[in-house]
């Protein structure tokens, strides 16, 4: 490390703490509204029993370092002594020469304290041995609590499995639910629903009260069009000039990931080609990638390459990989994965897409896309794996999102047009009638707001038909309420 004077450090963290000079927290800084993440954050935090270190990962402009200042706020509110409360981002490069050390030695020559010490670092990953330093303040200061955040998870989450076992949890913060988003903008047309509703149990309700709900989440329509186009970035989403939005999520999200997180990250030497396996991804997204094709098709890309691009662009929150799930044993496309971008209003920025809204094709990819972010979310903290099924033979029958549990499963079928109709050959009507496929539920993503409840076909499970923004914001709805695993 180069060594730094500790007055250069101080004069930093003073820059970085105005809490210190009395100074209170904007509300900018840390608004009113909280996301969901950012109360498993708060429990890990001031769990009374279990002492665990949060690390906040996700892409750029979701929101991690607002999730900070709230908790951080919530701190200052409790009484806490605000130099007890210490706040630093290792992007900065004086930060990232000065270490860990420096930075600490600084703080307590400057600052003797008393009780809990409670750190917020951002962007942990660009300090280096960052792992180390944080293992040694959880093992040696019981005293301290901690929360990190990083943009890129490779780091994070490698960190976690080496020196972080017991130490600290990783949260991985998805850009904002179409739930979310709505509560976030404050949206009159929002329903106030009833406990206890979940999309998979539609069916059990009088189909009167199935109306009578359908009806009031039909209002969410037009703001779901507006969700896909600028949708799961907070900022974005509650700014008025949606050109400029787009021009930001490219600038700020992509360019400086790709351009300077991923070449920092794993030493990537050609960023030009990463960048073309990325397009090709934003053009492709919600299909089966095959490497030998794409490798063709981007002018005779090594294989290997292509491969380590495809997980890096994943390991930097850009992308979902979804793979194949059999529920025959055999006769599924292994080694083929689905690949989605991690929000539809990124592939939008990148490909610069106008008037999507209208055109079909892009919808069904849209909305395809945002299914599986969201139940690919909802999952996350559980040990469901949230893949496609597909097989073989008999025209390569699909069904685009599968949710396999330890003792059942859920099918998910995106039909987002004009005819939602499905024939009684299809996997999804199939898969839902053999008890031995061990089906919990099964549900037919529609466009029509008029086009819900159960399907004609007489399966052992009900097939339930429910319009896309309808879906999307009860699965919202369930989180909230810590309905984990419960769809």
């Known amino acids: 490390m180069i060594p730094f004077a500790d007055e250069k450090l101080l004069n930093l963290l003073i820059q970085y703490n105005p809490w210190w000079k009395g100074i209170p927290i904007s509300e900018k800084m840390a608004p009113p509204h909280h996301r969901f993440a950012y109360y498993e954050a708060t429990k890990l935090l001031f769990h009374p029993e279990l002492r665990r270190f949060v690390v906040l990962s996700g892409a750029r402009r979701v929101g991690k370092t607002t999730i900070m200042y709230q908790l951080i706020q919530n701190l200052l509110g409790k009484g806490t002594a605000a130099r007890n409360i210490v706040y630093l981002s290792f992007d900065n490069p004086i930060l990232k020469l000065g270490g860990f050390e420096g930075v600490l030695r600084a703080y307590e020559n400057a600052y003797p304290t008393e009780g809990t010490l409670y750190f917020f670092f951002d962007e942990v990953q660009y300090a280096e041995n960052w792992e180390t330093w944080i293992k040694t303040l959880y093992d040696t200061r019981l005293n ?94 509650l700014s008025h000039d949606d050109a400029f939005s787009q021009r930001m999520l490219r600038e700020d999200v992509v360019d400086k990931v790709i351009k300077r997180d991923l070449l920092t990250l794993f030493n990537v030497r050609n960023p030009l080609q990463l960048e073309k396996v990325f397009l090709y991804l934003c053009m492709n997204s919600s299909n089966i990638i095959n490497l030998s094709t794409m490798s063709k098709e981007l002018d005779g890309m090594n294989k290997v390459t292509l491969s380590n691009y495809i997980r890096f662009l994943k390991e930097a929150n850009l992308i979902y990989i979804s793979e194949p799930i059999s529920v025959e044993g055999k006769g599924i496309l292994k080694g083929r994965p689905k690949i989605y971008v991690a929000d539809a209003a990124i592939r939008n920025a990148v490909l610069m897409l106008d008037d999507v809204i209208t055109n079909s094709n892009e919808m069904g990819v849209m909305v395809e896309s945002t299914v599986y972010k969201h139940i690919a979310a909802f999952y996350y903290t559980t040990n469901a794996q949230v893949g496609y099924y597909r097989k073989l033979k008999e025209n390569e029958k699909e069904v685009d999102v599968v949710v396999e549990l330890p003792a059942s499963r859920i099918l998910c079928e995106v039909k987002y047009r004009e005819n939602s109709h499905i024939p009684e050959s299809d996997a999804i009507i199939e898969l839902a009638n053999d008890e031995s496929k061990k089906t919990r539920g099964a549900l037919v993503i529609t466009k029509r707001a008029e086009d819900y409840g159960v399907t004609a076909h007489h399966t052992r499970v009900p097939v339930i038909r429910i319009p896309a923004p309808a879906f999307l914001y009860l699965l919202g709805h369930s989180e909230k309420e810590g309905y984990a695993a419960k769809m």
């Not at 076992?165 to 739930?179: A, D, E, M």
């Not at 199935?210 to 600028?230: E, I, K, N, P, W």
Request: charged fraction near 20%.
């Open 144 to 237: 301290v609590r901690l929360v990190a955040t990083g943009s890129a998870s490779p780091a994070l989450e490698k960190g976690s499995a080496d020196s972080g076992v017991g130490r600290w949890s990783v949260l991985k913060i998805p850009t904002l639910s179409f739930y979310e988003y709505c509560d976030l903008l404050q949206i009159p047309a929002r329903p106030q629903l009833e406990s206890g509703i979940r999309p998979t149990q539609l069916y059990r309700l009088p189909q009167s009260d199935l109306t009578d709900l359908m009806t009031r989440l039909s209002s969410l329509q037009q703001h779901f069009y507006r969700y896909l186009s600028v949708g799961g970035f907070p900022e974005l989403a």
